[in-house]
C-alpha cells in the first residue's frame, strides 16, 4: 500500500477552499490529495462528513501552578484529552513566571508538568509578570530563539500585572526578536476601586464581579494597549474580546492601519451577564475575565467572527472545579466575588459551539470557521504550516466531522477533569466522529484513544503576523 491511512469520499475545507477529495497518509503527514487515491494500510470512508484541520486552541490554561491551595483541575493528559474529544488537534498552553521567579526556571517547570502526559502536539505561550533586566536582556531572546515566540502580558490581576513602561519594554523586546504578545487588557485599578465600592455596599454575590468590571475598564485597556503597539511599532493580539467597545478600539486601529490581531472565544457569544444572576451561587461557574455582557454584545462578537475583526476563537480553557477548597465555591462556602478564580471550562465544547451556532445558524461559512480556529491562530504563534490546516507535507491532523450528529451538552460526557460546564443541556449540531493526530487516532467518535505522552512538544517558528511595519 502506499499509505498508512487514506480518507475516503469526504469534503475537505481548509480557510480558502472546499474539495471533493481523498486524504492520503503516510508517516503522520498528509502526502496525496486528490480523487481515487490508490489504497491504504487503513481506510476511513468519509462520505458525507467533513474533513477538517483539527483544531489549534491557542488560549487555554493546563495544570498552571496558582495560588497556594488552589490547583487547575484538568493537566496535560486530561486536557488534551478533552481538546481531542472535541476535535482539537493542538493546544498552547501557558507556562507562567511567578514574581521573582526567571523566566528559564518558569518554562522548566512547565515541561516537566507536560512531560509524559499529552495525547495532542503542544507548544507553550510564556506568561512574562516580571520583566527584570535579566528577563528583558537574556531570558526572553534566549527562549524566543528557541521556539517560545510568543507570551502573554496583563494589564490586570496583582500578582500578573506589568505598568505601562514595563509593557512598552517588552513589547520593545518582542519587536526586536519577532514575537507575538498577547495582552489581557483591562484596567486593574478602575476594577480595583469598584470592587472595593461594591463591598462597602455589601455587593459581594458572584453577579457584581460583572459589575466590577464593566466594559469601559476593557475599552480604557484595549485604547491603552493599541496606543503602546503603536508607539514601539510592534504588533500585538488582544485576547479575549467580550464586546462592542473594545471591538471599536480595534476597528479604530484597522482604520489606521496599525497590526492589532483580536481573539475572542465561546463564552463571549453563549453566555450573559445574566449567567451570572443564577439562583444561589452557580453564577460563579461563569464569572470569567472580561465578564461576558449582553444580547447585543453577543451581536458584535458575531459580526466580528464573520468579518475579518477577529483572527483566532480560542476557549480560554480555565479549569476550576465549582466545589473544590478553593475553587469556584472555596470549601463549600458563597465567597465575595473577588475570591472567585475566573474563567471558564471549554477546550472540548469550543469547536462544537462554533460550528453549531455559527456555520449551522449561517452566521460564518465554513471557510471562516477553519480559519479562525485551526489556521489563523497557527500562523499567529509559528505553527503554520506544520499545523492549522490540511496540505501536502504538513502534519495529518484532521477532524472528521458529521455535521448533522445532534448532542446535547452534559458535563457527565465531556471528557475534562472540571466538575462542570457552562453549556450544559445546550443543543448543537455537527460534532467530530474522529480526530486523528499525526494520522493516528485520538479519538473515534466515542471515546478518547492514543496514549497519554504520545503528543509532542512544538518548537514554534517566528510568526510572520509578528513582523513590524518598520515606519
Ligand atoms: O477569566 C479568565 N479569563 N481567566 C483565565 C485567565 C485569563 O486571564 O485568561
Ligand atoms: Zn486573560
Ligand atoms: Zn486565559
Ligand atoms: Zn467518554
Given at each position: 500500500?502506499?499509505?498508512?491511512?487514506?480518507?475516503?469520499?469526504g469534503?475537505?475545507?481548509?480557510?480558502?477552499?472546499?474539495?471533493?477529495?481523498?486524504?492520503?497518509?503516510?508517516?503522520?503527514?498528509?502526502?496525496?490529495?486528490g480523487?481515487?487515491l490508490?489504497?491504504?494500510?487503513?481506510?476511513?470512508?468519509?462520505?458525507?462528513?467533513l474533513?477538517?484541520?483539527?483544531?489549534?486552541?491557542?488560549?487555554?490554561?493546563?495544570?498552571?501552578?496558582?495560588?497556594?491551595?488552589?490547583?487547575?483541575?484538568?493537566?496535560?493528559?486530561?486536557?488534551?484529552?478533552?481538546?481531542?474529544?472535541?476535535?482539537?488537534?493542538?493546544?498552547?498552553?501557558?507556562?507562567?513566571?511567578a514574581?521573582?521567579?526567571?523566566?528559564?526556571?518558569?518554562?522548566?517547570?512547565?515541561?516537566?508538568?507536560?512531560?509524559?502526559?499529552?495525547?495532542?502536539?503542544?507548544?507553550?505561550?510564556?506568561?512574562?509578570?516580571?520583566?527584570?533586566?535579566?528577563?528583558?536582556?537574556?531570558e526572553?531572546?534566549?527562549?524566543?530563539?528557541?521556539?517560545?515566540?510568543?507570551?502573554?502580558?496583563?494589564?490586570?490581576?496583582?500578582?500578573?500585572?506589568?505598568?505601562?513602561?514595563?509593557?512598552?519594554?517588552?513589547?520593545?523586546?518582542?519587536?526586536?526578536?519577532g514575537?507575538?504578545?498577547?495582552?489581557?487588557?483591562?484596567?486593574?485599578?478602575?476594577?480595583?476601586?469598584?470592587?472595593?465600592?461594591?463591598?462597602?455596599?455589601?455587593?459581594?454575590?458572584?453577579?457584581?464581579?460583572?459589575?466590577?468590571?464593566?466594559?469601559?475598564?476593557?475599552?480604557?485597556a484595549?485604547?491603552?494597549?493599541?496606543?503602546?503597539?503603536?508607539?514601539?511599532?510592534?504588533?500585538?493580539?488582544?485576547?479575549?474580546v467580550?464586546?462592542?467597545?473594545?471591538?471599536?478600539?480595534?476597528?479604530?486601529?484597522?482604520?489606521?492601519?496599525?497590526?492589532?490581531?483580536?481573539?475572542?472565544?465561546?463564552?463571549?457569544f453563549?453566555?450573559?451577564?445574566?449567567?451570572?444572576?443564577?439562583?444561589?451561587?452557580?453564577?460563579?461557574?461563569?464569572?470569567?475575565?472580561?465578564?461576558?455582557?449582553?444580547?447585543?454584545?453577543?451581536?458584535?462578537?458575531?459580526?466580528?467572527?464573520a468579518?475579518?475583526?477577529f483572527?483566532?476563537?480560542?476557549?480560554?480553557?480555565?479549569?476550576?472545579?465549582?466545589?473544590?477548597?478553593?475553587?469556584?465555591?472555596?470549601?463549600?462556602?458563597?465567597?465575595?466575588?473577588?475570591?472567585?478564580?475566573?474563567?471558564?471550562?471549554?477546550?472540548?465544547?469550543?469547536?462544537?459551539?462554533?460550528f453549531?451556532?455559527?456555520?449551522?445558524?449561517?452566521?460564518?461559512?465554513?471557510?471562516?470557521?477553519?480559519?479562525?480556529?485551526?489556521?489563523?491562530?497557527?500562523?499567529?504563534?509559528?505553527?503554520?504550516?506544520?499545523?492549522?490546516?490540511?496540505?501536502?507535507?504538513?502534519?495529518?491532523?484532521?477532524?472528521?466531522?458529521?455535521p448533522?450528529?445532534?448532542?446535547?451538552?452534559?458535563?457527565?460526557?465531556?471528557?475534562?477533569?472540571?466538575?462542570?460546564?457552562?453549556?450544559?443541556?445546550?443543543?448543537?449540531?455537527?460534532?467530530?466522529?474522529?480526530?486523528?493526530?499525526?494520522?493516528?487516532?485520538?479519538?473515534?467518535g466515542?471515546?478518547?484513544?492514543g496514549?497519554?505522552?504520545?503528543?509532542?512538544?512544538?518548537?514554534?517558528?517566528?510568526?510572520?503576523?509578528?513582523?513590524?511595519?518598520?515606519?
Amino acid at each position: 500500500e502506499d499509505f498508512d491511512l487514506v480518507i475516503r469520499n469526504g469534503t475537505v475545507a481548509t480557510a480558502s477552499d472546499i474539495m471533493q477529495c481523498d486524504v492520503g497518509i503516510a508517516g503522520g503527514k498528509v502526502v496525496a490529495m486528490g480523487r481515487n487515491l490508490a489504497s491504504g494500510k487503513r481506510e476511513i470512508d468519509a462520505a458525507g462528513k467533513l474533513v477538517l484541520p483539527g483544531g489549534v486552541d491557542s488560549h487555554c490554561h493546563l495544570d498552571q501552578p496558582m495560588e497556594e491551595g488552589l490547583e487547575m483541575a484538568d493537566d496535560f493528559r486530561s486536557g488534551t484529552i478533552s481538546a481531542a474529544c472535541g476535535g482539537t488537534t493542538t493546544v498552547i498552553p501557558f507556562a507562567a513566571q511567578a514574581k521573582g521567579q526567571s523566566l528559564r526556571a518558569a518554562v522548566e517547570d512547565y515541561h516537566r508538568r507536560a512531560e509524559g502526559k499529552a495525547v495532542i502536539d503542544y507548544a507553550f505561550h510564556m506568561i512574562v509578570s516580571d520583566p527584570t533586566e535579566k528577563v528583558l536582556k537574556e531570558e526572553l531572546p534566549q527562549l524566543i530563539s528557541e521556539g517560545y515566540t510568543s507570551f502573554k502580558i496583563y494589564m490586570t490581576y496583582d500578582d500578573l500585572k506589568l505598568n505601562d513602561r514595563q509593557i512598552i519594554d517588552v513589547l520593545a523586546i518582542a519587536r526586536r526578536e519577532g514575537a507575538m504578545v498577547m495582552i489581557h487588557a483591562e484596567n486593574a485599578d478602575c476594577i480595583a476601586w469598584l470592587t472595593e465600592q461594591l463591598e462597602d455596599a455589601g455587593l459581594t454575590a458572584p453577579k457584581y464581579h460583572a459589575t466590577s468590571r464593566p466594559m469601559l475598564v476593557e475599552r480604557e485597556a484595549t485604547h491603552r494597549a493599541i496606543a503602546l503597539s503603536e508607539l514601539v511599532d510592534v504588533p500585538i493580539l488582544i485576547v479575549h474580546v467580550s464586546g462592542k467597545e473594545a471591538i471599536e478600539q480595534i476597528r479604530w486601529a484597522h482604520g489606521h492601519g496599525l497590526r492589532i490581531y483580536a481573539e475572542t472565544c465561546p463564552q463571549y457569544f453563549m453566555l450573559t451577564a445574566d449567567d451570572l444572576d443564577q439562583e444561589g451561587y452557580h453564577g460563579a461557574k461563569c464569572i470569567c475575565s472580561p465578564p461576558p455582557r449582553d444580547k447585543e454584545n453577543q451581536q458584535y462578537i458575531w459580526d466580528g467572527l464573520a468579518n475579518g475583526l477577529f483572527t483566532v476563537f480560542s476557549s480560554d480553557h480555565a479549569p476550576f472545579r465549582y466545589a473544590d477548597p478553593k475553587g469556584k465555591m472555596p470549601g463549600g462556602k458563597e465567597v465575595p466575588f473577588r475570591y472567585i478564580p475566573n474563567g471558564t471550562p471549554g477546550l472540548e465544547t469550543r469547536l462544537p459551539l462554533l460550528f453549531s451556532e455559527g456555520v449551522g445558524k449561517g452566521r460564518i461559512d465554513l471557510n471562516r470557521f477553519v480559519a479562525l480556529t485551526a489556521t489563523d491562530p497557527a500562523k499567529m504563534y509559528g505553527l503554520y504550516p506544520q499545523k492549522g490546516t490540511i496540505a501536502i507535507g504538513g502534519d495529518a491532523d484532521i477532524a472528521i466531522w458529521d455535521p448533522h450528529k445532534e448532542v446535547v451538552i452534559a458535563n457527565d460526557n465531556l471528557h475534562h477533569n472540571v466538575d462542570y460546564t457552562p453549556y450544559e443541556g445546550v443543543a448543537v449540531t455537527g460534532w467530530p466522529v474522529v480526530t486523528l493526530s499525526r494520522g493516528e487516532v485520538v479519538y473515534d467518535g466515542k471515546e478518547p484513544q492514543g496514549a497519554a505522552g504520545r503528543g509532542e512538544f512544538l518548537k514554534c517558528g517566528l510568526p510572520d503576523p509578528a513582523r513590524p511595519r518598520k515606519r
